[in-house]
């Protein structure tokens, strides 16, 4: 019975992280931060939004991102939402 259930975990964990690869947006936030020379630690102390939080940003490994958040990386990085999310044609 473990044996199944470990199984099945991997599978799910497997599916869930090829979930967030196909979204058809992406941030971009990666890319402003290696233009800007700026780490997540360094956004993390200015923004006020947490390490943890910003990692699984700029991982994409978030279903979405709250208005609130959105105007505090736009604030600290000086950008737009438009520079922060680019479309991905399917």
């Known amino acids: ?3 199944i259930l470990t ?3 991997v599978f799910l964990q497997s599916y869930n992280t090829n979930c967030y690869n196909m979204l058809m947006i992406k941030n971009r936030l990666s890319a402003i931060l290696g ?9 993390s102390k200015l923004s006020g939004i947490s390490q943890n939080a910003l990692n699984k940003i700029y991982h994409n490994k978030t279903k979405g991102i709250d208005f609130q958040t959105l105007d505090k990386l736009c604030e600290v990085l000086k950008c737009s939402t438009q520079d922060l999310f680019q479309y991905i044609d399917g």
């Open 7 to 9: 199984c099945v975990n």
């Open 35 to 43: 233009e800007q020379r700026m780490r997540v630690s360094e956004l």
């Open 1 to 3: 019975m473990h044996v």
